[in-house]
């Protein structure tokens, strides 16, 4: 019999797979990310004080490149080699490069051997997750004291989930018929408590575009 591999193992290494080769199946990937990229921009220009950016899971690199060219300097983080591919093609600058990389201790050295950020943006992402701390834990180490973390990712409550229900949408919200995908669903609540293990809430703001918090050592988290 062969033996059964620790479930934490075998879950790291399928998202570890997964994530890699994420970008192979993205069509167009150079409009990649563009839906809510305005949006992350308002509220980062909304943050004083902010010189330096990292976009964990920069994917295609649409959104550092608009910051990039709003003033900021961005490095671009992701796991798809034909995604960054794409980034550098398309966006990279002399004030937005890209690098490859895992959320992680590896990363975490590499980014911290050039010097820590202002802001940290993941947008998109940690509903990709296995294990979704991991992406908070990244943020957290490379920021500088004080500095802000944004996290965007679709909203599930109540309301929403109920509508998907009615409407005979549950199969498909929640298709099981590839790899990767959403495997995380977060409420304003649930995602409020994870970013909250590193980041403290100072400010609650909603409006009918989006849901965001404000916090502290900051960070925004918002669902849409």
């Avoid at 075998?10 to 563009?34: K, N, P, Q, Y």
């Avoid at 220009?45 to 910051?67: F, M």
């Avoid at 500088?144 to 309301?159: A, D, E, R, S």
Wanted: with cysteine.
């Amino acid at each position: 019999m062969t033996p059964v591999e620790p479930q934490a193992e075998i879950g790291a290494s399928a998202e570890t797979d997964v994530l890699l080769h994420w970008g192979d199946v993205v069509t167009d990937a150079a409009s990649a990310g563009r839906g809510l990229s305005h949006r992350v921009q308002d509220l980062i220009r909304g943050v004083p004080g902010v010189a330096t950016v990292c976009d964990l899971g920069c994917g295609s690199g649409y959104l550092a490149s608009r910051l990039g060219a709003a003033g900021y300097r961005v490095v671009g983080v992701d796991a798809s080699a034909r995604l960054l591919a794409v980034a550098n093609e398309h966006y990279g600058s002399d004030r937005v490069r890209f690098q490859r990389g895992l959320l992680g201790p590896a990363t975490v050295e590499a980014l911290r051997a050039e010097g820590l950020f202002d802001l940290v943006v993941s947008v998109d992402v940690i509903e990709h997750l296995y294990r979704p701390a991991s992406l908070i834990e990244t943020a957290d180490a490379i920021l500088k004291p004080g500095g802000m973390l944004v996290i965007g990712t679709p909203y599930h409550g109540y309301l929403k989930n109920l509508a998907i229900a009615a409407l005979d949408r549950w199969d498909e919200h929640h298709s099981v018929h590839f790899d990767g995908g959403h495997i995380k669903f977060f409420s304003v609540a649930s995602l409020n408590r994870m970013v909250a293990t590193r980041f403290d809430v100072q400010l609650y703001e909603r409006s009918e575009e989006h849901t965001s918090e404000l916090q502290s050592r900051f960070g925004i988290s918002y669902a849409v």
